[in-house]
């Protein structure tokens, strides 16, 4: 019986110890897929903006030239 306890014990602490390895790779991912979030999201906005700049190339009006 005490033998079956120590190893009871033995394997919770084992148990214990991948939950706390995998709880702390599994922060470590939430915070990659926030960081890529906002690199996408950033990208994705300087992507549009320079469409919208192409698009409106050439329709202003230039006031420096002479009519």
Known sequence: MENTIE???KQKK???SACRKAGAEIKEL???IQKLEKIAALTREDVLGRLR???NYGRIEDYTEKK
């Open 30 to 32: 939430k915070d990659t």
């Open 7 to 9: 190893s009871l014990t």
């Open 14 to 16: 084992i148990l214990q």
């Open 53 to 55: 700049d192409a698009e």
